[in-house]
């Protein structure tokens, strides 16, 4: 059996695998690098993955880390941030509320149409001089029990052959070939579903509406390029469009209040959707929208016991762990575990410590990972909760470009040094948001109880989150070069931020049921920071 060795084998061509091989190829031009990918290459576009969304990390990584900002110029489409619609039985999007920017924000995302950016990455990273094999299939994985290189055996269309490394990476999305050997698999208690498909032809809120002064809240007025979230009680409908000219469609749900068996075929979610979104329903009916792919997940929610290994093995992307798709996170922790790897192979390959490292670093992820899990976990009642769900949508973003996109953006997530130094303002943030999710959550429920949550709103109300000054510098200022100094200095006023932000909200939550709970932000909170308003008042008598 023919036998060759690379420093590094990655099994799977997919978004991980292949931005990992750029990543280590870009930083170690040296390094001989293999990737086993199962499909054959180039791949169908639109109709083959879903994770098509990018928030700033993501997007961050891609352009920057990887240098592929021309490409995602070029052939992908420039998101037009995040747009909720609280629209739940309604034919009048128009009139219902709606959560958004009026305006780009400075930091770019984008819209990426899987396929399409998957043969992308993989050209690339043949141009690189990575060893890309595709169509071919894993049949046997041997790790080293000492410092001897790790095998692989895998089969193509010129047969078998074997594959002997020193590092060894699983990016084999939810197929987890490390994770089913090494019996790595977690529940993670969060039970929710989701059911996708892509069709033919761009769908356009703007052409539910004739309202003039409606479709002219947005500069440009291109609503359909924003990642459109319609909500309602325990779930919400994703619309994403495609560069290849498809739009992805999924519904996410909490298994319990939205059961799977009702929207598990093409006619079902159909049918669902014509009771929970109709306008959306009868917009997908008309022609030109044929149907191209329909899939569907149960559980689709996990961690991971292990990632990084001393054993010269690691896990990336869905291999390893998946949070949740509200949020788009699936590209960050991609790129973050993909840093994490790519710094234990330098320091091995350089000859330094790197067991204690990949401790570390694994502490590290795993601890990103249950923060952002918090903002999932039962809060999916919420989502139809047009004054609640906005304020926690505020609160969610502020706590992600408060501490773990500016680390990104800077650098710092191997800095060791300095994550010791930011440990206490972490620890405060992190207090806060275990505090604030609970509040938001009871909030919620005893609107429901006292029956403040209708079906739909008909207001029309408009949220603009452009309009938020320091919302809009916070997402600004993480293009900021800062020295070491000036950085601590950003992340403490940041989590200052997140304390006048949970002081205004616990006491707007107040207002309106003075029996609710603090969940122990009365104790955290430094109320002496509080001296100016952390929402407009404008925008938050909108909200409420």
């Known amino acids: ?49 879903v994770g098509e969304s990018t928030v700033e990390i993501g997007a961050h990584y891609l352009a920057e ?31 219902c509320t709606e959560l958004g920017v009026s305006e780009l924000l400075p930091t770019p995302s984008w819209q990426i149409d899987r396929g399409r950016f998957e043969n992308f990455l993989g050209e690339h990273a043949r141009a ?69 498909w892509r069709v033919d032809g761009i769908v356009d809120p703007n052409a539910w509406s004739h309202d003039p002064e409606w479709l002219a809240r947005c500069i440009p007025p291109d609503r359909w390029r924003s990642t459109n979230h319609m909500c309602g009680p325990g779930y919400w409908f994703w619309l994403i469009p495609l560069a290849s000219g498809a739009h992805s469609l999924g519904i996410v749900c909490d298994a319990r209040m939205h059961p799977l068996e009702t929207m598990n075929t093409h006619e079902k979610a159909m049918s669902w959707l014509r009771e929970h979104q109709p306008q959306v329903a009868e917009s997908l009916e008309r022609p030109g929208h044929a149907l191209q792919d329909f899939l569907f997940l149960r559980h689709f929610s996990y961690g991971c016991k292990q990632v990084f290994s001393p054993r010269r093995w690691a896990l990336t992307g869905e291999a390893g762990l998946f949070l949740d798709p509200f949020y788009s996170p699936g590209t960050d922790f991609i790129g973050i575990a993909n840093t994490y790897i790519c710094d234990l192979i330098g320091r091995e390959r350089a000859g330094k410590p790197f067991g204690s490292h990949a401790e570390i670093y694994q502490q590290l992820y795993f601890s990103f990972y249950e923060n952002t899990l918090t903002l999932y976990q039962d809060q999916y009642p919420l989502f139809g909760d047009t004054q609640v769900m906005p304020v926690k949508v505020i609160w969610d973003y502020t706590f992600y470009w408060a501490l773990l996109a500016p680390l990104f953006f800077a650098g710092k997530l191997t800095d060791v040094s300095m994550l010791g130094r930011l440990r206490p303002k972490f620890d405060a943030a992190r207090a806060l948001n275990l505090a604030m999710q609970p509040l938001l959550r009871e909030w919620g429920e005893r609107n429901r109880a006292a029956g403040m949550v209708s079906a739909a709103v008909h207001d029309g109300r408009m949220l603009d989150q452009y309009r938020i000054d320091w919302f809009h510098e916070m997402n600004r200022a993480l293009n900021d070069t800062l020295d070491d100094a000036a950085f601590e200095a950003r992340i403490a006023d940041n989590v200052a931020r997140m304390d006048w932000l949970a002081n205004e909200i616990l006491t707007r939550a107040r207002a309106t049921h003075p029996q609710i709970g603090d969940h122990g932000l009365d104790a955290l909170l430094v109320r002496e920071a509080t001296q100016r308003p952390s929402l407009s008042s404008q925008w938050y008598a909108e909200a409420a």
């Open 1 to 49: 059996m023919n036998t060759t060795r690379s420093d590094v084998v990655i099994l799977g061509g997919g978004l991980a695998g292949l931005t990992l091989a750029i990543q280590l190829r870009r930083q170690q031009p040296a390094i001989a690098i293999t990737v086993l990918e199962r499909r054959s290459h180039p791949v169908r576009e639109a109709a083959f993955k």
């Open 65 to 95: 880390v990887l240098g592929l900002r021309e490409h995602l110029e070029t052939g992908q489409i420039r998101k037009f941030g995040f747009r909720f619609f609280f629209s739940e039985g309604s034919r009048a999007i128009d009139r």
């Open 128 to 196: 690189l001089g990575v060893r890309f094999l595709d169509g071919s299939v894993v049949r046997e994985i041997a790790l080293a029990d000492d410092d001897g290189d790790h095998v692989v055996r895998y089969e193509s269309a010129g047969g078998e052959a074997e594959l002997s490394s020193r590092w060894l990476v699983d990016a084999s999305g939810r197929a987890g070939l490390l994770k089913r050997k090494l019996d790595l698999a977690q529940d993670n208690a969060h039970d929710v579903n989701a059911v996708w």
